[in-house]
């Protein structure tokens, strides 16, 4: 079955610019969707399809993906930022099935 | 504004089936654009996708639950089910149902905190 990979942990100062990563076989043919979760909340859609913003989520929140590698971006980074993301994909190698990475807590510094 | 509701006991015995319905206001579950999942969250553990349903009882399973796992739906009455069976402690989990729309998901319920004791 296919695997992403993100690192456990991310940190960064306020105002600066996170990135998180989801590593996965040739990840760039698939469409990356990106949650954030804080502690004790569902989890939140924050981009789907790579990089496409649900209404009302902020600028600051963007993504890409090529290759092997999909980021989230989150620049100008908030104390309210600080939360675990999740990247998850959509497998159709065999029967259809979502993948989630294993997460990633970003620390604001 | 679309929301989700999870139900059901919070407290199941071991290898007892674990059963949990979602209810869907704000939206019919018989859009023809949407699937209808289910995640679960092991306490301090990341997320694992259970599997999807469409209105017409179409569904995709996680491969590694998919001889103990059904999902159902009811039009009628905007809901879809769960079924875990056989659980063990290692099901012990906070269950998620959500809206997808195409490979997101896009809407979430609170969650439901399942304890296999």
């Known amino acids: 079955s296919y695997v992403v990979t993100q690192p456990p942990s991310v940190s960064v100062a306020p105002g600066q610019t996170a990135k998180i990563t989801c590593g996965g076989n040739s990840i760039g043919t698939k469409s990356v969707n990106w949650y954030q979760q804080k502690p004790g909340q569902a989890p939140v859609l924050v981009v789907s399809?790579?990089?496409d913003r649900p209404s009302g989520m902020p600028e600051r929140f963007s993504g890409s993906n090529s290759g092997n590698t999909a980021t989230l971006s989150i620049s100008r980074v908030e104390a309210g930022d600080e939360a675990d993301y999740y990247c998850q994909v959509w497998d159709t190698t065999n029967d259809p099935a979502g993948v989630f990475g294993g997460g990633t807590k970003l620390t604001v510094l | 504004q679309l929301q989700l509701q999870e139900s059901g006991p919070g407290l199941v015995k071991p290898s007892e089936t674990l059963s949990l319905t979602c209810t869907v206001s704000g939206g019919p579950i018989s859009s023809r654009s949407y699937y209808w999942g289910w995640i679960r969250q092991p306490p301090e553990k990341g997320l694992e996708w259970i599997g999807s349903i469409f209105y017409n009882g179409n569904t995709f399973y996680n491969s590694s639950l998919k001889s103990r796992v059904t999902i159902l739906v009811d039009p009628s009455k905007n809901q879809f089910s769960l079924e875990v069976r056989s659980v063990t402690a290692a099901d012990t989990a906070v269950y998620y149902c959500?809206?997808?729309?195409?490979?997101?998901?896009?809407?979430w319920g609170q969650g439901s905190l399942v304890t296999v004791s």
């Open positions: 399809v790579d990089s």
């Open positions: 959500a809206r997808q729309y195409l490979t997101a998901f896009d809407f």
